[in-house]
């Protein structure tokens, strides 16, 4: 996988920002966004492996 891919479905974060506060979002929040989901993910996958397990889930994040 890409580094820098895309993680979030970006129509849905747009519709959402525009929906919730009647708002335009920026291409980079997408950017922006996608590095947070990374760093969450990469923080459940660490936990999980502490808990020798291969499995990540709601309690990791």
Do not use: H, P, W
């Amino acid at each position: 996988m890409a580094e820098n891919e895309v993680l979030v479905v970006a129509s849905k974060v747009k519709a959402y920002i525009k929906k919730a506060g009647d708002l335009k979002c920026s291409s980079a929040v997408i950017d922006v966004l996608s590095e947070k989901v990374r760093k969450l993910c990469d923080e459940a996958i660490e936990k999980a492996k502490a808990d020798k397990r291969k499995t990540v889930q709601e309690k990791d994040f």
